[in-house]
């Protein structure tokens, strides 16, 4: 695989929400802008990228937006699959959302999670 995964976020009752992905974070903060790689996974093998997103309400005239499904794909035209959310992507009205390029992730299935009592960054999230 190669790149930068394909993300389409949808409102609670299901509808797309129109939101321009941006490849790395650049546009929304320093971060993960490490350019893709070509990765060649083994059985068993996984990748993974992550999410960023700002809370900014730049336009008043703008409805902010919340999203409450996450479907990622390999590459865009692939078949996606839905990603659990801990809570929803608010996006004020930005209307865009970063993702980082897949990387080779450590073969634990175990999800990461937060540990109770410790704080995670809400901005970001790694995906399976």
Same mark, same amino acid.
């Given at each position: ?5 394909? @993300? &389409?976020?949808?409102?609670?009752d ?6 321009? #992905?941006?490849?790395? =974070? %650049?546009?929304?903060?320093? /971060? ?7 990765? $060649?996974l083994?059985? /068993?093998?996984? =990748?993974? !990228? !992550?999410? @960023? *997103? ?9 409805? !902010?937006?919340?999203?409450e499904?996450?479907?990622v =794909?390999?590459?865009?035209g ?6 659990? +959310?801990?809570?929803?992507?608010? +996006?004020?009205?930005?209307? &865009?959302?970063?993702?980082?390029? *897949?990387k %080779?992730?450590? $073969?634990?299935?175990?999800p990461?999670?937060? #540990?109770?009592? $410790? ?7 790694p995906?399976p």
């Open positions: 695989m190669n790149g930068y995964p394909a @993300l &389409r976020l949808h409102d609670g299901g509808n797309p929400i129109p939101v321009r #992905v941006v490849n790395g =974070a %650049k546009e929304i903060t320093p /971060g993960f802008d490490a350019p893709s790689r070509p990765l $060649t083994r059985p /068993g093998e996984r =990748a993974g !990228a !992550a999410v @960023l *997103w700002r809370n900014l309400v730049t336009d008043p005239t703008v409805v !902010a937006t919340n999203g499904r996450l479907e =794909a390999p590459a865009a692939r078949p996606a699959q839905v990603v659990d +959310l801990d809570g929803p992507i608010d +996006l004020g009205n930005t209307g &865009r959302i970063g993702v980082s390029a *897949w %080779k992730m450590a $073969t634990d299935p175990t990461t999670r937060p #540990v109770p009592g $410790t704080s995670a960054p809400s901005s970001s999230m995906l």
